[in-house]
Structures are given as C-alpha cells and as structure tokens.
C-alpha cells in the first residue's frame, strides 16, 4: 500500500509544472506579466496587451507533452486548439476589420482625398523591410510575413503570416502589437527630427462638409476599387467596407453597434489570447525571433518617416494657404486612432490652438486600407 501510494505521488510530481518547467517557460511568463504591466501601469493598448500577456502565460504553463492530456494549444481537440482555429484559419482578422469599418468615420479622408496619398506613402515600411528581411536570410514568405509588421496592424500581420508562414505567426503578432502600444513613444522623436519648427506649426483649412450620399458611395466604391486591383485582398477590404456600409446607410445601426461593440470585444478576446498562447518557450525563444523584432521596429521607423518626409515633399507643390501640416504623415500608419492622437498631441505643443485630430484621421484610416492593400498583394505574389 505505501509503494502504491509513493508511486501514485511520485507520477502525480511528475504531470505538475514544477517538474516540466524550463528556463524559457519562466522566462516567456516573465515577457507575458511585463505586458500586462505596460497595459495596466503605462496604459499602453490595454484591450489588446493584457489578453496577449495573460496568453503568453497560459502558453507557457509547462506540463508533461507526451501525457495526452488535450490541453495544450497544438493538441487536438483541445479547448486552445479549437480557439486557435480562428487565428490559423485567418477568421478573426476580417472580423476585426468588420469592428473597424463600422467604427470608423472616413469623412476626413473623403473631404480631402489627397491624404490618401500619405497613407500609401506610409506603407514603404513595409517593402523596405522586406528586403531588408530578404538580405537577412528570410525566405520569400518569411520577409512578408515580417514586413507586414510595419503596416502597425495587428490583425493584418496575424492574418498575413497565418497564410504565408504559420511558425512566425506568434512572433509577428506579439511584435506588430507591441509596437502597436509604442507609437506615443517611437512615433514623437521621429517627427521632432524630420521637421522644423516653421512646419510644425502650419495650420490646415477644416475640410468640407461631407453628405450622406458620399459617405454611403465611399466604401462601395473603395470595395469596388481595391479588391479589383488586389483581389487576394478580398477578406479585410471586404469586410472592412462592409462594416463601414453597416454604418454609414442609417438603416443597420444595430448590426453597425453589435459589429463594433460586442463582436468586436469578443474577437479581440479570442484573438488576444490564442495569439499570446501560440508564443511559446521552444518556438519563440530563438535567434528570428529577435531579428523579427528588429526588422518589425526597422519597418515602423521606416514608415513613420515615410509619411512625414512624403508630406514635405508634397508642400513643395501645394500653394501656400493649402500647405499640409507634416506632423500627420505619421498617421499613415494604421494605428487607428492612436497614431492621429500623437499627430494632435505634438502640434499642440508647438501651438496650442492648432488642432490636428480630424485631419490626421485622414491619413490614419487611409493607412488601414493601405495596410490592408499591401498585405493582399503581397498574399498574392507569394501564396
């Protein structure tokens, strides 16, 4: 009886995460509890770092693999695993979208088309980092999965990565949100450095009152347009306008608030969590990883100063009382809103009265679609 018992003990010990538990496990648990202090303390996107950490931990809760215990993430038929079909899948990210289009007003774009402009210009990031990738020794469908990172998309990168190349798609992820919650502090040094103080303070005309009939046209049109030059983009642009068609028509408020409310929240739940789970110790612990980092904040700096050196570029052929601030080339990118609040914010500080929120907008929803567009054609060249 008490050989029996010792022995019953003895396996009991060895199922338990003190005894399956390595330096990568502990270490993995340490990167997931940072984020959720960033999230919490620093205030740093919240809704998506704290599901991403609390989910680096539960990936990383060592236990015994070959036990068929069905609870791990890769294991079959496991709670996880069922969760993360939406991310290998490629479900969640247009369902984000979908929460994005029908929250977004494209009125300051569509006032004042032009900005668009600033928002391609934005996505150079994204191909200078893939052959910067490519110099590095990445595969073709490694360096897109990597370049995708300076779009600054979460769920674009995620749903990227997940068709061209599903073993970085945990570290691609982790590494496109993290900049993601550092753009209040990337973003302000790059565009001190790229302009003066006579650009700083530029102010722009308001825009035009935008109709309903333009707002309803806008994303039918966008659709029309985008997915006929890059089809293989369908998934995100679709939805994306389609969730922006649900608010704009004044008849699906209700579809348009369940899409960007609860829908929403719960998709970023899921998509959070299974994410931070996919990063665990023996895959994320490795030398791409942290090439991929270096590469993802080569691609945000690179798209950062893009838009705000296109912007000065454009002045020199814009006439003087139509001069645009080069403070919001930055909002190209598409991290939306947070990108056209650093915009608003640093043009405060050099003149209080010069608000650069709604124009910025322009650029900032002009960046998702572009993001969107460049994660298409690069699906395209390489699927």
């Not at 709670?79 to 247009?94: A, C, D, E, S, T």
């Not at 814009?318 to 650093?342: C, E, Q, T, W, Y």
């Amino acid at each position: 009886m008490t050989e029996f018992i010792i022995n019953n003990l003895n396996e009991f010990l060895s199922y338990t995460g003190f005894a399956n538990a390595s330096v990568g496990n502990l270490l993995m648990i340490c990167v997931g509890a940072l984020l959720i202090w960033l999230a919490i303390k620093k205030d740093f996107e919240p809704l998506l770092l704290i599901p991403i950490g609390l989910g680096i931990i539960l990936g990383n809760i060592p236990f015994k693999t070959d036990a068929g215990l069905e609870i791990g993430l890769y294991e079959e038929n496991s709670v996880l695993n069922i969760f993360y079909q939406g991310v290998r899948g490629g479900w969640y990210p247009p369902l984000v979208f979908l929460g994005i289009g029908a929250m977004t007003d494209f009125s300051a774009l569509i006032s004042n088309p032009k900005l668009i402009l600033i928002g391609a210009a934005a996505q150079f990031g994204i191909f200078g980092a893939y052959m910067t990738a490519l110099y590095l020794g990445f595969d073709p469908n490694q360096a897109a999965s990597i370049a995708i990172i300076g779009g600054a998309d979460g769920p674009t990168a995620i749903f990227l990565s997940g068709k061209l190349c599903p073993q970085l798609m945990g570290a691609v992820a982790v590494c496109a949100y993290s900049y993601m919650a550092l753009v209040p502090v990337i973003q302000p040094f790059i565009m001190r450095l790229l302009t003066t103080d006579k650009e700083r303070v530029i102010k722009m005309k308001p825009g035009r009152k935008v109709s309903q009939t333009e707002r309803i046209l806008f994303p039918i049109i966008g659709l029309l347009l985008t997915t006929f030059i890059v089809p293989s983009g369908l998934p995100l642009l679709g939805m994306l306008f389609f969730g922006n068609l649900l608010k704009e028509s004044g008849k699906t408020s209700r579809l348009a608030k369940t899409a960007s409310s609860a829908l929403n929240d719960i998709v970023v739940i899921l998509l959070g969590l299974t994410v931070g789970c996919s990063t665990q110790a023996s895959e994320f612990l490795t030398v791409s990883t942290i090439k991929i980092f270096v590469l993802g904040a080569f691609a945000f700096v690179i798209a950062t100063a893009s838009g705000v050196i296109f912007v000065k570029i454009m002045n020199l052929f814009l006439k003087k009382d139509n001069k645009i601030n080069p403070l919001i080339g930055n909002a190209g990118v598409s991290a939306v809103p947070m990108a056209a609040r650093i915009s608003n914010n640093l043009g405060l500080e050099y003149d209080r009265h010069n608000y650069l929120l709604m124009h910025a907008m322009g650029p900032n929803v002009a960046g998702v679609i572009g993001s969107a567009v460049a994660a298409g054609t690069l699906l395209g060249f390489f699927s």
